[in-house]
């Protein structure tokens, strides 16, 4: 660890000068949903998580060894660690301020002061302290630093005393967070909530196996049968190893072992930990993480991490001359797998609208070669128990293969009877089974769309011009409508009253607009005449939204997209601060983009990120439960929009909400025939 933190950090000691002022906190306030990812449940909790990150950063980086987690009777939270302290000296631009008053009262980019060797930067990680602060009713920070203990109070972002010599200390180091979330941002009744709170320092001592995490909280805010303990002392010394065993309690598993280890990445670039085993019966899961931070929408790490295991247990079945072997699918080995899976590297970059993926692209090939290569002598160690999980993953790949061939006897018989538009370039699979098609608007992207698609399982219909508002028009105009038809046709799952899901020839329906107003408002009626005339395909959710890039922004060998201006202007501070020439192209339409890069941004699912359409209501009928539980099941899909408002926005005759929607949707109106 600490020859890691020497390597990546040119500086020993760190000091007011790295400290890059930006902007007060007044746009947090104003928008705390662009820094937070919203004002709900799971944002407020996500106030304790950037507090406790900077701590947990501090341990990995060698410095602290223990923190304590404290919910207050008053239900605020006090974070402790026996760290460095956080830098008390004077900012030489700022005359008047201290390191710390900076830290906590203007937005900074994570990564330029920190000097740390795993930083949690990317956006929304990184720029924690100020934001939680702008958004805390009150934040009070203690500091043991140089045996001098220091003092400073704020309220809702400003300081409310000076920093304050508290006297000395002699045989304590660390830093005190305590805060309190304000109210008028997130509701009265907002409240944290022990279990979550107690599942969150549990999640950090696995990941962490230096750090010993104190939990305690106020007896009055736990039930009588709480499973939340009052105190309790974590510490996991065997890391994951020991979260997988409590996850999979006494569950068999497959040749009865795990596949656990730590491993330095080529060049000492970082390392990687890994849990893994094949539960006997029931379903597996993923979760991942990098610098601790959960990632529940995977990214390059977990890429990685599934091409070392299908291409390791192909190989080793080659090896021993099981030819079945090679007939397994990365799905058929990672679906039931319960796997837990840490990264550690400098400066990651994460993406997402709440920053939930990691997608530093030299991840994946780290982290691929190095489990690769523990997999492989895990493999040859145990010949037995490596013989068990190779039978038991041909037996999985015959399963899905016959139960494949069963969908593809019935979808080619409906095929056969039916015709398929002209313009519709299919995808070669013949079974719906993770194929996909893409909706897009006009001819051009069309092309593009064609070139960059995975011609197996991926599927193009271009559709001109605007499509018919399907809402107000009659029956008969809408059949007569060509793209209302030739979509129909391709789905070949019917409409009204004759739609029949199993008759789906695809698995998604990717709807992919420009990211503009026209785009927004092709997207809508698109979305509303599913709503009224298949409704269950939104239903069982297989309707999505892809998210095209507006701009991408290059400086050097930093690039990046953004999806919106918010986006934009949020990269422009954060991943690209301090850059002096950034490169900021506008993208006018799908077409324009280059098919590689299309690809890249909004079409492979290994890179994209799609929305799901749903009805709020169906989410219960879709098993989305919106509770968190860091523990497990964090729901791994992509977000989701709400339709029915949508729907009713373009509803027939209400031609002021339907104004209103577009003026939403666009920040420049333009000309469009609603
Ligand atoms: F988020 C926060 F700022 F509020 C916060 C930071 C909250 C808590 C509970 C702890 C911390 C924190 C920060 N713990 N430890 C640190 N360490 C530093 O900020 C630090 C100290 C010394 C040096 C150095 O180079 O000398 C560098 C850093 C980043």
């Given at each position: 660890m600490s020859d890691l933190f020497a390597a990546s950090s040119p500086k020993d000691s760190y000091g007011a000068k790295d400290?890059?002022?930006?902007?007060?906190?007044?746009?947090?306030?104003?928008?705390?949903?662009?820094?937070?990812?919203?004002?709900?449940?799971?944002?407020?909790?996500?106030?304790?998580?950037?507090?406790?990150?900077?701590?947990?950063?501090?341990?990995?980086?060698?410095?602290?060894?223990?923190?304590?987690?404290?919910?207050?009777?008053?239900?605020?939270?006090?974070?402790?660690?026996?760290?460095?302290?956080?830098?008390?000296?004077?900012?030489?631009?700022?005359?008047?301020?201290?390191?710390?008053?900076?830290?906590?009262?203007?937005?900074?980019?994570?990564?330029?002061?920190?000097?740390?060797?795993?930083?949690?930067?990317?956006?929304?990680?990184?720029?924690?302290?100020?934001?939680?602060?702008?958004?805390s009713e009150w934040l009070h920070v203690e500091v043991a630093r140089d045996k001098q203990l220091y003092?400073?109070?704020?309220?809702?972002?400003?300081?409310?005393?000076?920093?304050?010599k508290m006297g000395s200390v002699n045989n304590r180091r660390g830093t005190t967070v305590s805060f309190f979330p304000d109210h008028e941002i997130f509701g009265k009744k907002a409240k944290f909530k022990p279990l979550w709170l107690y599942q969150m320092a549990r999640s950090k001592a696995y990941l962490f196996r230096g750090v010993e995490i104190r939990w305690a909280c106020d007896p009055e805010l736990l039930d009588k049968d709480s499973k939340v303990p009052a105190e309790e002392t974590i510490r996991f010394p065997n890391g994951l190893e020991d979260f997988l065993n409590a996850s999979l309690k006494e569950m068999p598993i497959v040749g009865g072992r795990s596949f656990c280890g730590v491993a330095d990445l080529p060049d000492k670039a970082g390392k990687v930990e890994f849990a893994i085993a094949w539960p006997e019966r029931g379903d597996g899961f993923i979760h991942s993480y990098c610098n601790t931070i959960p990632t529940p929408q995977g990214g390059t790490h977990e890429q990685g991490l599934r091409s070392s295991l299908s291409k390791g247990l192909r190989a080793y079945g080659d090896m021993v001359g099981a030819?079945?072997?090679?007939?397994?699918?990365?799905?058929?080995?990672?679906d039931g797998a319960a796997i837990l899976l840490s990264l550690f590297i400098p400066d990651p970059q994460f993406q997402g609208q709440t920053k939930e993926k990691l997608a530093s692209a030299e991840a994946a090939k780290w982290v691929e070669t190095t489990i690769k290569d523990h997999f492989d002598h895990w493999l040859s160690a145990d010949?037995?128990?490596?013989?068990?999980?190779?039978?038991?993953?041909?037996?999985?790949?015959?399963?899905?293969?016959?139960?494949?061939?069963?969908?593809?006897?019935?979808?080619?018989?409906?095929?056969?009877?039916?015709?398929?538009?002209?313009?519709?370039a299919d995808c070669a699979r013949q079974s719906a089974n993770d194929t996909e098609i893409f909706l897009v608007e006009g001819d051009s992207a069309g092309g593009s769309a064609k070139q960059g698609r995975n011609r197996e399982t991926q599927a193009i219909l271009p559709l001109r011009g605007k499509i018919l508002n399907v809402v107000?028009?009659?029956?008969?105009?809408?059949?007569?409508?060509?793209?209302?038809?030739?979509?129909?046709?391709?789905?070949?799952?019917?409409?009204?009253?004759?739609?029949?899901?199993?008759?789906l020839r695809y698995e998604r329906i990717i709807i992919m607009t420009d990211a503009d107003?026209?785009?927004?408002?092709?997207?809508?009626?698109?979305?509303?005449?599913?709503?009224?005339?298949?409704?269950?395909?939104?239903?069982?959710?297989?309707?999505?939204?892809?998210?095209?890039?507006?701009?991408?922004?290059?400086?050097?060998?930093?690039?990046?997209?953004?999806?919106?201006?918010?986006?934009?202007?949020?990269?422009?501070?954060?991943?690209?601060?301090?850059?002096?020439?950034?490169?900021?192209?506008?993208?006018?339409?799908?077409?324009?983009?280059?098919?590689?890069?299309?690809?890249?941004?909004?079409?492979?699912?290994?890179t994209r990120t799609l929305l799901r359409v749903a009805i709020p209501d169906a989410r219960a009928a879709l098993g989305l439960a919106e509770e968190m539980d860091l523990g497990e099941n964090v729901p791994h899909g992509p977000d989701y929009v709400a339709v029915d408002s949508l729907v009713d926005e373009l509803m027939g005759k209400n031609a002021e909400k339907r104004f209103q929607f577009i003026q939403?949707?666009?920040?420049?109106?333009?000309d469009l025939d609603i």
């Amino acid at each position: 660890m600490s020859d890691l933190f020497a390597a990546s950090s040119p500086k020993d000691s760190y000091g007011a000068k790295d400290i890059e002022v930006l902007e007060g906190l007044e746009p947090v306030r104003k928008r705390p949903g662009m820094y937070i990812g919203g004002t709900d449940e799971r944002a407020f909790h996500h106030l304790a998580s950037e507090i406790l990150d900077n701590s947990m950063d501090e341990a990995v980086a060698g410095h602290a060894s223990r923190i304590e987690v404290t919910l207050n009777a008053d239900s605020s939270l006090t974070i402790t660690d026996n760290g460095r302290g956080i830098p008390v000296d004077k900012h030489p631009k700022h005359k008047d301020k201290s390191a710390l008053e900076v830290i906590f009262t203007t937005l900074h980019a994570g990564g330029k002061f920190s000097g740390k060797a795993y930083q949690t930067s990317g956006g929304l990680h990184g720029v924690g302290s100020s934001v939680v602060n702008a958004l805390s009713e009150w934040l009070h920070v203690e500091v043991a630093r140089d045996k001098q203990l220091y003092r400073q109070e704020f309220a809702r972002g400003l300081p409310t005393t000076k920093l304050k010599k508290m006297g000395s200390v002699n045989n304590r180091r660390g830093t005190t967070v305590s805060f309190f979330p304000d109210h008028e941002i997130f509701g009265k009744k907002a409240k944290f909530k022990p279990l979550w709170l107690y599942q969150m320092a549990r999640s950090k001592a696995y990941l962490f196996r230096g750090v010993e995490i104190r939990w305690a909280c106020d007896p009055e805010l736990l039930d009588k049968d709480s499973k939340v303990p009052a105190e309790e002392t974590i510490r996991f010394p065997n890391g994951l190893e020991d979260f997988l065993n409590a996850s999979l309690k006494e569950m068999p598993i497959v040749g009865g072992r795990s596949f656990c280890g730590v491993a330095d990445l080529p060049d000492k670039a970082g390392k990687v930990e890994f849990a893994i085993a094949w539960p006997e019966r029931g379903d597996g899961f993923i979760h991942s993480y990098c610098n601790t931070i959960p990632t529940p929408q995977g990214g390059t790490h977990e890429q990685g991490l599934r091409s070392s295991l299908s291409k390791g247990l192909r190989a080793y079945g080659d090896m021993v001359g099981a030819k079945k072997a090679s007939n397994i699918t990365t799905d058929d080995i990672m679906d039931g797998a319960a796997i837990l899976l840490s990264l550690f590297i400098p400066d990651p970059q994460f993406q997402g609208q709440t920053k939930e993926k990691l997608a530093s692209a030299e991840a994946a090939k780290w982290v691929e070669t190095t489990i690769k290569d523990h997999f492989d002598h895990w493999l040859s160690a145990d010949p037995s128990a490596s013989k068990a999980l190779l039978d038991e993953m041909i037996y999985r790949a015959e399963e899905r293969a016959r139960k494949k061939d069963e969908k593809a006897t019935a979808r080619k018989s409906a095929t056969r009877k039916l015709r398929l538009p002209g313009k519709l370039a299919d995808c070669a699979r013949q079974s719906a089974n993770d194929t996909e098609i893409f909706l897009v608007e006009g001819d051009s992207a069309g092309g593009s769309a064609k070139q960059g698609r995975n011609r197996e399982t991926q599927a193009i219909l271009p559709l001109r011009g605007k499509i018919l508002n399907v809402v107000s028009a009659s029956k008969d105009k809408i059949r007569a409508n060509q793209e209302v038809q030739d979509m129909i046709q391709a789905l070949g799952c019917g409409t009204g009253n004759d739609f029949d899901l199993s008759k789906l020839r695809y698995e998604r329906i990717i709807i992919m607009t420009d990211a503009d107003v026209d785009g927004a408002h092709i997207a809508a009626l698109l979305i509303t005449f599913f709503y009224t005339q298949m409704r269950g395909l939104i239903e069982a959710g297989h309707l999505y939204l892809a998210q095209p890039p507006l701009y991408r922004l290059v400086s050097g060998t930093t690039s990046a997209y953004a999806r919106d201006d918010a986006h934009k202007d949020e990269l422009m501070e954060t991943l690209f601060k301090g850059k002096s020439k950034v490169d900021v192209s506008r993208f006018k339409g799908l077409g324009e983009m280059p098919a590689a890069q299309l690809k890249e941004t909004t079409m492979n699912p290994q890179t994209r990120t799609l929305l799901r359409v749903a009805i709020p209501d169906a989410r219960a009928a879709l098993g989305l439960a919106e509770e968190m539980d860091l523990g497990e099941n964090v729901p791994h899909g992509p977000d989701y929009v709400a339709v029915d408002s949508l729907v009713d926005e373009l509803m027939g005759k209400n031609a002021e909400k339907r104004f209103q929607f577009i003026q939403d949707n666009a920040a420049f109106a333009q000309d469009l025939d609603i």
